[in-house]
């Protein structure tokens, strides 16, 4: 007999809970500083509305055609992690409290004129300069978080990262801490740092994360 979706999420959800704890644990960090986003693209509201029930409520979409009709529906802290379209972002940011892709200046600039609400905001950051996965060069980092930092609306949280393909979690995330170590020194308050996924959040959490976005782990493959 098959499991239930319920079940299924629960059991997967409680496992995922407990590798936090442990990894906490084993950094020397109290669990309570960080947040687990469940990555819900490409699965129904109804998961969603499970994992509500059980005690979740921050929720990581990475396209816009996906995330608005479920946050329309279903209350919660919304996430948006994907790459940044400008042709969708006025869209993104009716439904989204926070924006985890940011990584450029005109995009900023779009946000301040058609966001409804303050939003939450970090600076994606990329480790590797690959094209086409999204992220601003630690050159240009200081340019974007100082426009943010100029609004009176919106709020700087810190840094986001996605390891590159190929490269040993531990070593990205080890940089990324780095980065982020040093980016403090002028962004005192951005003290948050969004990196791990399903396959690589322990090592994010050994580095500093205080958000990882975990989603096949959670809901499984699709």
């Known amino acids: ?85 400008s042709n969708k972002l006025k869209s993104i940011t009716q439904w989204a409290n926070v924006i985890h892709s940011l990584d450029e200046v005109r995009h900023f600039e779009v946000i301040e004129k058609t966001a409804p609400h303050a939003l939450d905001i970090f600076c994606q950051v990329s ?14 980092l200081y340019e974007l978080a100082r426009e943010i930092e100029k609004s009176p609306t919106h709020r700087l949280q810190g840094l986001m990262a996605v390891a590159p393909l190929g ?5 990205a995330f080890s940089k990324l801490s780095a980065i ?16 791990g996924m399903s396959g690589d959040f322990k090592e994010a959490i050994a580095h500093g994360a205080t958000h990882i976005r975990i989603g096949s782990q959670i809901l499984g493959s699709r």
């Open 1 to 85: 007999m098959a499991i239930d979706r319920r079940s299924e999420i629960a059991g997967n959800l409680e496992a995922v809970r407990e590798q936090i704890s442990k990894a906490a644990e084993s950094a020397g960090r109290s669990v309570d500083e960080i947040t687990l986003i469940a990555v819900t693209k490409t699965f129904p509201a109804s998961d969603v509305v499970i994992l509500k029930d059980l005690g979740v409520h921050d929720f990581g979409e990475n396209r816009d055609s996906d995330a608005s009709p479920k946050a329309a529906t279903i209350s919660g802290r919304w996430h948006f992690q994907g790459q940044i379209q």
């Open 127 to 140: 480790l590797d300069a690959a094209a086409g996965r999204g992220g601003v060069s630690e050159q240009k």
């Open 167 to 171: 490269v040993d979690p531990s070593i």
């Open 180 to 195: 982020h170590k040093a980016f403090m020194a002028d962004f005192p308050r951005a003290n948050k740092l969004s990196a």
